[in-house]
């Protein structure tokens, strides 16, 4: 009799040899007999590990995950969430929305041309008048809803505020050209979000094109292609010459279909902000999606701090409509400020209520902004026993591809005991915006080797609390990662610079010897704080400051301007020019 063995939708080989106690080893060599290639880090999905475990007498049944944890990990889609207080025998199916990402030369925007044109030229005479980032198209009798977004960036910026920018997501790769640095991006962003994904493989038409190579590429970043036993659609298309749209408009509906995406068109009217402009004339225009119950004209909506009662909805031809249900892009006028994406908007009885909500959530916001605490290695283990975080998410940045492997390597074998640890990106390059905005949205840290993290990246980062750590030893990384997993990382010391000073005159005084008279170029000088004294590039003392005096008064603080007397324990070679800087040694939050 077989026994009986829980497994997810997918699993990595690892994993699956440790659960099923047999050697990872012996676990690639029975895939490499059924056709399967794969190395110890790699995922398969169900139906390939229930035939491998099956060969040792296990048999595979779908892990059931309680939809509590569900939440607490964030595997609950958005509209799941949304609709959760809603009757279940008012919900019913509504249209998919989807999103396309991809890298930036492989034809995401003649994607979205070719399908828009399909449907106009399905029966829309004249066209589509106005474009409002989103439309929908229909096929087989059904709707499907396009997020008609710049990219990746947008999509986590949505994604960042609370919203999911899509139920769907379609990466578009080029056949001629294969995965790029922006479509791994892509398919992290997209997985971090925990979206369905479908590849369309554009440029088929393309004499060059050679869509097994870029099936193998995918394969190799944990998108197994259907064709090869896996779980990834693949759809060939050519923009272009308009080739496989109908295709890949039927490969929706059928990803839909398996996830039974719905709504109550009767319930709570909610939904998201897609964009929204300042017009002179016309005031606010915004585009929203409705996710749940039907939004009217003449409805005041709360959007993040903007409110106002909806003076015309129109659909997204530029066509007056009256009102919209579930999955339905809209161009609105009537809001009194301009709202950002991905902000959640929702339908309220009054505009007295409206304003309270706004005044609730502006004074909200302000607390967060002074308050807001950032997601750090240090505080990890604390955040896990709290029942705050279950798992690490990490971006890995390095300087080659020789560094990179090595580093997801050992980084992976951390991630086996009682906290997981989950690679969400590794990529070669410096650290930028983009790398900022996915650890944002996925409270992630990012650790980087041997590279160097761009100006407004250290801005964003500090902005939104993200723990960013680079390394120039690997074992240093290691070592940081493992302490914190184990609840042992101390925390991390930083220097923080007061201020700094020139040295202007040096006086001799009987009780400290010689004094520096100093003027403060920059911040304060504090009694009792470090201070370093450069002479050129040289530090030519490093101690306390144990002495700061003003016009002949002992004082505790010195601030920009003034000038004043410093002294330094038992310490006198101070020269005309040297330079001050004035800091303290704190532990990093």
Known sequence: MSTKIELPSSIVIRDLAQKIEKSPIDLIKKLMTNGVMATINQSVDFDTAAIVVGEYGFEAVAEVIEEEVKKETGEVPLWRQMIAGEDGTQLKLRPPVVTILGHVDHGKTSLLDAIRSTEVAAGEAGGITQHIGAYQVEKKGRLITFLDT????????????????????????????????????????????????????????????????????????????????????????????????????????????????????????????????????????????????????????????????????????????????????????????????????????????????????????????????????????????????????????????????????????????????????????????????????????????????????????EKEGVDLRLYEIIYRMTEDIEKALKGMLEPEIVEKVLGKATVLKVFEASKFGRVAGCKVTEGELRRGAKVRLYRGTDIVYEGDLSSLRHEKEDAKEIRTGFECGVGFKSFNDIQPGDQLVCYLIEKGA
Not at 216 to 242: F, N
């Open 150 to 461: 710049p990219g990746h960036a947008a999509f986590t910026q949505m994604r960042a505020r609370g919203a999911q920018g899509a139920d769907i997501v379609v990466l578009v790769v080029a056949a001629d050209d294969g995965v790029m640095p922006q479509t791994r991006e892509a398919i992290a962003h997209a997985k971090a979000a925990r979206v369905p994904m479908m590849v369309a493989l554009n440029k088929i038409d393309k004499a060059n094109a050679n869509p097994d190579r870029v099936k193998q590429q995918l394969a190799e970043l944990e998108l197994v292609p259907d064709d090869w036993g896996g779980s990834t659609m693949v759809v060939p298309v050519s923009a272009k010459q308009k080739m496989g749209i109908d295709d890949l408009l039927e490969g929706i509906l059928l990803v839909a279909d398996s996830t039974e995406i719905k709504a109550n068109p009767a319930g709570k009217v909610i939904g998201t902000v897609i964009e929204a402009e300042l017009d002179k004339s016309k005031g606010v225009l915004a585009t929203l999606l409705v996710q749940n119950g039907t939004l009217e004209s003449g409805d005041i909506v709360v959007a993040g701090t903007a409110y106002g009662k909806l003076r015309a909805i129109s659909d997204f031809k530029g066509k007056p409509i009256k009102k919209a249900g579930p999955s339905t892009p809209v161009a609105v006028m009537g809001l009194s400020d301009v709202p950002s994406a991905g902000d959640i908007f929702e339908v309220v009885q009054s505009e007295k209520e409206a304003r309270a909500i706004v005044s609730e959530r502006a004074q909200t916001a302000k607390t967060l902004s002074q308050t807001k605490k950032k997601v750090s290695l240090e505080d990890l283990f604390a955040n896990v026993q709290a029942g705050e975080a279950k798992e690490l998410n990490l971006i890995v940045k390095a300087d080659v591809q020789g560094s990179l492997e090595p580093i997801v390597t050992e980084l992976n074998k951390l991630g086996e005991g009682e906290i997981g640890l989950h690679i969400l990106h590794a990529e070669t390059g410096n650290i930028g915006n983009n790398d900022v905005m996915l650890a944002s949205a996925s409270k992630a840290i990012i650790v980087g080797f041997n590279v160097q993290a761009d100006v407004d990246a250290r801005r964003m980062a």
